[in-house]
Protein backbone atom coordinates (compact mmCIF):
# COMPACT_ATOMS: atom_id res chain seq x y z
CA UNK A 1 0.00 0.00 0.00
CA UNK A 2 0.99 3.92 -0.60
CA UNK A 3 1.61 5.78 2.28
CA UNK A 4 1.55 4.83 6.34
CA UNK A 5 -2.02 5.12 7.25
CA UNK A 6 -3.13 3.54 3.07
CA UNK A 7 -4.37 0.61 3.91
CA UNK A 8 -6.88 1.92 6.72
CA UNK A 9 -9.32 3.54 4.36
CA UNK A 10 -9.83 0.96 2.06
CA UNK A 11 -12.96 -0.79 1.97
CA UNK A 12 -13.45 -4.37 2.86
CA UNK A 13 -14.30 -5.36 -1.09
CA UNK A 14 -11.42 -3.17 -1.85
CA UNK A 15 -9.13 -5.60 0.21
CA UNK A 16 -10.24 -8.48 -1.27
CA UNK A 17 -10.27 -7.86 -5.06
CA UNK A 18 -6.81 -6.41 -4.73
CA UNK A 19 -5.08 -9.55 -5.43
CA UNK A 20 -6.88 -9.98 -8.70
CA UNK A 21 -5.73 -6.52 -9.63
CA UNK A 22 -2.74 -6.74 -8.77
CA UNK A 23 -2.04 -9.84 -10.98
CA UNK A 24 -3.96 -9.13 -13.99
CA UNK A 25 -2.52 -5.48 -14.14
CA UNK A 26 1.19 -6.19 -13.11
CA UNK A 27 3.74 -4.58 -14.57
CA UNK A 28 6.99 -5.78 -14.79
CA UNK A 29 9.73 -4.14 -12.53
CA UNK A 30 7.70 -1.74 -10.87
CA UNK A 31 6.02 -1.84 -7.20
CA UNK A 32 2.15 -2.53 -7.76
CA UNK A 33 0.02 -0.33 -5.25
CA UNK A 34 -3.48 1.53 -4.43
CA UNK A 35 -3.96 5.06 -3.61
CA UNK A 36 -7.13 6.68 -2.79
CA UNK A 37 -7.99 9.43 -4.55
CA UNK A 38 -11.74 11.66 -5.79
CA UNK A 39 -12.72 11.28 -8.81
CA UNK A 40 -15.57 14.24 -9.72
CA UNK A 41 -17.50 13.31 -6.10
CA UNK A 42 -16.82 10.02 -5.55
CA UNK A 43 -13.97 8.67 -3.18
CA UNK A 44 -12.16 6.18 -5.36
CA UNK A 45 -8.90 3.35 -4.83
CA UNK A 46 -7.16 3.48 -7.80
CA UNK A 47 -4.70 0.80 -8.69
CA UNK A 48 -0.85 2.72 -9.73
CA UNK A 49 2.46 1.02 -10.71
CA UNK A 50 5.57 2.88 -9.08
CA UNK A 51 8.92 3.10 -10.67
CA UNK A 52 11.92 2.11 -8.45
CA UNK A 53 12.43 6.36 -8.67
CA UNK A 54 8.94 7.03 -7.53
CA UNK A 55 6.93 7.55 -11.01
CA UNK A 56 3.35 6.70 -10.51
CA UNK A 57 1.24 5.62 -13.13
CA UNK A 58 -2.36 5.36 -12.88
CA UNK A 59 -3.75 1.83 -14.30
CA UNK A 60 -7.38 1.73 -12.95
CA UNK A 61 -9.67 2.82 -11.17
CA UNK A 62 -11.58 -0.30 -8.84
CA UNK A 63 -14.94 -0.17 -9.39
CA UNK A 64 -16.24 -0.89 -5.92
CA UNK A 65 -18.25 2.51 -5.04
CA UNK A 66 -21.85 2.48 -6.19
CA UNK A 67 -21.43 6.11 -8.11
CA UNK A 68 -18.68 3.90 -10.54
CA UNK A 69 -20.62 0.41 -10.40
CA UNK A 70 -24.04 1.80 -11.48
CA UNK A 71 -22.74 3.69 -14.25
CA UNK A 72 -20.83 0.44 -16.01
CA UNK A 73 -22.05 -1.20 -18.74
CA UNK A 74 -20.52 -4.24 -19.83
CA UNK A 75 -20.16 -5.43 -23.55
CA UNK A 76 -18.07 -7.86 -25.39
CA UNK A 77 -14.73 -9.48 -24.34
CA UNK A 78 -11.82 -7.31 -24.77
CA UNK A 79 -9.70 -9.58 -27.37
CA UNK A 80 -7.88 -12.72 -25.96
CA UNK A 81 -8.21 -12.11 -22.52
CA UNK A 82 -10.97 -13.04 -20.25
CA UNK A 83 -10.46 -10.82 -17.56
CA UNK A 84 -10.98 -7.95 -19.84
CA UNK A 85 -14.41 -6.73 -20.90
CA UNK A 86 -15.79 -3.59 -23.33
CA UNK A 87 -18.01 -1.56 -20.83
CA UNK A 88 -19.84 2.13 -22.08
CA UNK A 89 -19.52 4.51 -18.84
CA UNK A 90 -22.13 7.32 -19.64
CA UNK A 91 -21.06 8.10 -23.42
CA UNK A 92 -17.32 6.73 -23.10
CA UNK A 93 -16.21 3.21 -24.08
CA UNK A 94 -13.72 2.14 -21.27
CA UNK A 95 -12.01 -1.35 -20.79
CA UNK A 96 -13.21 -3.42 -17.05
CA UNK A 97 -11.32 -5.63 -15.64
CA UNK A 98 -13.69 -8.09 -14.61
CA UNK A 99 -14.30 -11.01 -11.72
CA UNK A 100 -16.97 -13.48 -11.22
CA UNK A 101 -20.10 -12.82 -9.20
CA UNK A 102 -20.88 -16.43 -7.51
CA UNK A 103 -24.16 -16.79 -9.56
CA UNK A 104 -21.45 -16.76 -12.68
CA UNK A 105 -22.34 -13.00 -14.12
CA UNK A 106 -19.24 -10.56 -14.83
CA UNK A 107 -18.33 -8.63 -12.00
CA UNK A 108 -16.68 -4.92 -12.51
CA UNK A 109 -14.10 -4.88 -10.45
CA UNK A 110 -11.89 -1.58 -12.31
CA UNK A 111 -11.88 0.68 -14.91
CA UNK A 112 -8.63 0.74 -16.80
CA UNK A 113 -7.40 4.25 -17.14
CA UNK A 114 -8.30 6.85 -19.62
CA UNK A 115 -6.84 10.55 -20.51
CA UNK A 116 -10.16 11.72 -18.45
CA UNK A 117 -9.91 9.53 -15.31
CA UNK A 118 -5.84 10.41 -15.45
CA UNK A 119 -6.94 14.10 -15.73
CA UNK A 120 -9.33 14.42 -12.60
CA UNK A 121 -6.82 12.12 -10.74
CA UNK A 122 -4.01 14.74 -11.32
CA UNK A 123 -5.98 17.06 -10.59
CA UNK A 124 -7.67 16.35 -7.15
CA UNK A 125 -3.56 15.44 -6.43
CA UNK A 126 -2.50 18.98 -7.58
CA UNK A 127 -5.74 20.82 -5.03
CA UNK A 128 -4.07 18.04 -2.27
CA UNK A 129 -0.75 19.24 -2.71
CA UNK A 130 -1.56 22.73 -2.92
CA UNK A 131 -3.73 22.84 0.94
CA UNK A 132 -0.65 21.10 2.36
CA UNK A 133 2.15 23.66 1.29
Known amino acids: MCGNVSAIG ?12 REHLRVPGQLMALMRGVLGDTEVAAVVAVTPQGTVTVLGVMATPP ?14 RPWLRK ?8 DVVVGEWPDGNP ?11 EQH ?4 ARTLWRRRH
Request: zero cysteines; charged letters at 20%.
Open 67 to 80: AIADEIRLLDQAGD
Open 87 to 94: AMVGEYEV
Open 10 to 21: LQSAERELWPVL
Open 121 to 124: LLLY
Open 107 to 117: RPLAILTTPWI
